[in-house]
């Protein structure tokens, strides 16, 4: 502990050296959060943390250390205490107060953006540790590419020869993380369907600043049988507004089934399991492009520095066009990955050994320890848990084709952005009994209840619902094998197959209206896998 001798006497395990842990934004605590797990299992070394709370994006950040069970010491009382070496990821943190050999990590990849400098006028290039940050201190700046040395140096003349290359961790452990994508895809609930990511730096030129309908018009327009939609938003944007006015923001969307992860973890995990990641200008999007993970990218704002590799990275993906259909795009995206195209973007952020040193010999380095003979160890992260809602209603279009029926749904709570069906494909809104939407359950002309025992539970059901809501044309029940429904003009019909209630109404219903319901068999096609169903008019009492 780094307390001195009045409380020593209260140590448990006398550990040799003390490394101080600078927290300031959710961000950057994140990151040294993940950095110190490579002291791990070393009693040499005893990890503190202190607060530096003069951000304006702090919130979040007592609750991200208390939850990691981080020991906390005064900020106000570091000029008293001891330490042997001290770990930041924020280039704004208070370094004047701190007498110990520094190591300043980037919070992202790269160093690629021109902000409004935090502590004065002007602008400055992010990731650049001020002058009196580092005179007459004991401060290394850490940089994945030796380009960046250069970079830094012009920025600030006084972080010349202040700089150290490491292998970049997060790329290493998401490279690595791809391995394990099933399992993630499992923990999200993907089933066989394509993972759409949407992630987005913080500020007016983001992406979620410029497009935050985005994640509901792909919700819109996106088969949900094919595809879910997730969302990673810098941790600033919750920063900056709460996380109230974000879910608020994106209340349909989120109806609508989107999986919000949450801003300090998770984001890993599901770039891991991403089919697709929808990005800007963030580190994100540099690590998608690192794991190879096909990159639909925004236009650049003017906060990005001429030059960088993320101007190279926004000549190799392909191009967000805001007036174009987002999922068309997102579909070609898919289509036309080519592995390795973003190389240049990626060789340009990332180096590899030797010349980049890994960040747990940098930091026994700082701490003047011998590093451990084993090797580091190489923890991916956990499955993800995002904030999302089960989805109970769709828009359903469906078309005819022969004895195929095609089926496509799009959630009820985007249905605004919903295109009207074309070329042969009829639409209409269908709720499952689930839903707690009034005004949704009194516009559906389909209603569905997911199961009932016995056929004939399923007809009452269905008779009384209808009866509920003179507004459906149709109610449904599922039952052993198949589905039963009542239709408004008293026709009854059963149909067997493995669909789910929902697709199996929707198919009589279909054939309803088309003039074509009785006995039969057709196939049902929903998101490119085909369903054999046998249709049964039933007769009589």
Not at 49 to 56: L, M, T
Not at 394 to 418: C, N, Q, S
Request: hydrophobic letters at 45%.
């Amino acid at each position: 502990m780094p307390v001195g001798a009045e409380a020593s006497q209260w140590v448990t395990v006398a550990a040799e050296r003390t490394l101080l842990a600078i927290a300031r934004t959710v961000t950057s605590t994140a990151r040294v959060l993940d950095a110190v797990q490579l002291l791990r299992d070393d009693p040499r070394v005893q990890v503190v943390f202190a607060f530096n709370d003069s951000s304006p994006f702090r919130d979040g950040v007592p609750e991200l250390l208390r939850r990691a069970g981080a020991k906390i010491v005064p900020w106000e009382q570091l000029a008293e205490l001891d330490f042997d070496a001290a770990l930041t990821a924020s280039e704004n943190t208070e370094l004047r107060t701190i007498d110990a050999p520094t190591l300043v990590l980037q919070h992202g990849a790269g160093f690629h953006k021109s902000l409004p400098d935090s502590r004065g006028d002007g602008r400055r290039v992010t990731g650049t540790v001020r002058a009196d940050d580092l005179t007459g201190r004991r401060v290394l700046v850490a940089v994945t590419h030796p380009q960046q040395a250069a970079q830094l140096a012009a920025a600030e003349p006084a972080a010349a020869g202040r700089t150290v290359l490491i292998a970049d961790p997060m790329l290493d452990r998401l490279r690595a993380a791809r391995l394990l994508r099933q399992r993630y895809r499992a923990a999200l609930g993907l089933g066989d369907r394509r993972l759409v990511v949407v992630t987005s730096t913080w500020g007016r030129q983001s992406l979620f600043g410029r497009w935050p309908e985005l994640p509901a018009r792909l919700l819109a327009e996106l088969d949900a049988d094919a595809y879910r939609v997730a969302t990673v938003l810098h941790p600033n944007v919750t920063g900056g507004h709460g996380g109230l006015q974000v879910r608020m923001w994106l209340a349909a969307a989120r109806d609508a089934g989107l999986l919000m992860i949450p801003p300090d973890e998770g984001w890993q995990a599901t770039l891991a399991a991403a089919d697709c990641v929808v990005g800007d200008h963030s580190s994100v999007s540099l690590l998608a492009a690192g794991a190879d993970v096909p990159l639909l990218l925004a236009p650049l704002g003017d906060e990005v520095i001429p030059g960088t590799p993320m101007t190279t990275l926004s000549r190799l993906a392909a191009r967000l066009d805001p007036r174009r259909s987002p999922a068309e795009q997102v579909e070609a995206t898919i289509a036309g990955h080519v592995p390795g195209r973003y190389a240049p973007a990626v060789d340009a952020t990332f180096a590899g050994p030797p010349a980049a040193r890994p960040l747990r010999t940098v930091l026994y380095q700082l701490l003047d320890l011998p590093e451990p003979p084993e090797p580091a160890p190489l923890p991916v992260w956990p499955p993800p848990i995002p904030d999302t809602v089960p989805v109970a209603s769709h828009v359903i279009h469906t078309k005819t084709e022969d004895k195929l029926i095609w089926v496509r749904r799009y959630p009820a709570a985007v249905r605004r952005h919903v295109a009207e069906p074309v070329d042969g494909w009829i639409g209409h809104l269908h709720a499952g009994d689930d839903e707690w939407d009034l005004r949704t359950l009194q516009a559906a002309e389909v209603l569905t209840r997911a199961a009932v025992t016995g056929r004939s539970a399923a007809r009452s059901w269905a008779e009384e619902t209808l009866a509920r809501f003179p507004g459906a044309a149709v109610a449904g029940a599922g039952v052993a094998g198949g589905a039963v429904a009542v239709f408004r003009d008293g026709r009854r019909a059963e149909i067997a197959g493995s669909a789910d209630v929902a697709g199996l109404v929707a198919a009589l219903y279909t054939l309803a209206r088309a003039g074509s319901l009785g006995d039969g068999r057709w196939h049902l096609r929903v998101a490119g896998t085909d369903h054999p169903v046998a249709v049964h008019l039933v007769h009589g009492i």
